[in-house]
């Protein structure tokens, strides 16, 4: 059964910190796997990652994916309390069907 | 705003009942897909339909069903409430099925208290 396991489940750092979130996967046909950020309701996309090595770069965000591992770490550098979020990990199988398997989320806050 | 549409908000609603969630896509988006998320579970993949077609189905109680209409909006009906169905129900869309974008927008969802 395909699976996304995340850790920690969750953190608390001080505004200015750097935190790496941690997404390990298990899933037939992998096609991609994905970061979303959750502050109050909706998630909202950040990466989406499909090959091993390549960093992917927002900001003070980046992440990259270990196709070998079946990992993939999501970095945030010089935290500031808008960071604080439940940090969600996903992966798209190639599969015949669509579905998207979302981890519990990593729930993330950041102290002034 | 991600585009995404869902009413109602909230509903509160007593065990037995039955409910109709509803969800209007992104303008253009085929895809819609249903998740439940409660406290201890996260996201979990209920089902999805691309262009009025179910396309794949997750853990969906029988008691549970969903549509895509021609208009491409969808609703989620659950029937013979429980009160473990009480979650925040998300609908979400993407241009084409997940393996073309991977990105899915995410409405705001829909909570849920069964009491």
């Known amino acids: 059964e395909d699976k996304v396991v995340q850790s920690p489940l969750s953190l608390v750092v001080h505004e200015g910190d750097t935190v790496t979130l941690n997404c390990s996967y298990e899933?037939?046909?992998?096609?991609?796997l994905l970061w979303y950020k959750q502050e109050k309701k909706a998630p909202t996309f950040l990466f989406m990652l499909?090959?091993?090595?390549i960093e992917k770069k927002s900001g003070r965000l980046s992440s990259i994916l270990d196709k070998k591992e079946l990992f993939s770490i999501l970095n945030i550098t010089a935290t500031q309390t808008g960071d604080s979020a439940v940090y969600l990990c996903?992966?798209?199988?190639?599969?015949?069907?669509?579905?998207?398997?979302f981890g519990k989320g990593t729930r993330l806050h950041i102290l002034p | 705003d991600s585009g995404v549409t869902q009413t109602p908000k909230h509903l509160i609603t007593a065990t037995g009942q039955r409910v109709t969630l509803r969800c209007s896509p992104r303008?253009?988006?085929?895809?819609v897909y249903w998740y439940q998320q409660s406290l201890d579970q996260g996201l979990q993949f209920l089902i999805q339909?691309?262009?009025?077609?179910?396309?794949a189905k997750g853990n969906i109680l029988e008691r549970f069903s969903a549509q895509q209409f021609p208009d491409l909006h969808s609703e989620l009906n659950l029937s013979s409430l429980e009160l473990g169905d009480s979650a925040l129900y998300f609908c979400?869309?993407?241009?084409?099925?997940?393996?073309?974008?991977?990105?899915?927008?995410f409405g705001e969802g829909s909570r849920l208290t069964v009491l």
């Open positions: 499909t090959s091993s090595g």
């Open positions: 899933v037939t046909n992998f096609r991609s």
């Open positions: 996903a992966v798209s199988p190639m599969n015949r069907d669509d579905k998207i398997i």
């Open positions: 303008s253009g988006d085929l895809s």
């Open positions: 339909y691309y262009n009025g077609e179910e396309r």
């Open positions: 979400a869309s993407s241009p084409r099925t997940s393996g073309n974008t991977g990105e899915l927008f």
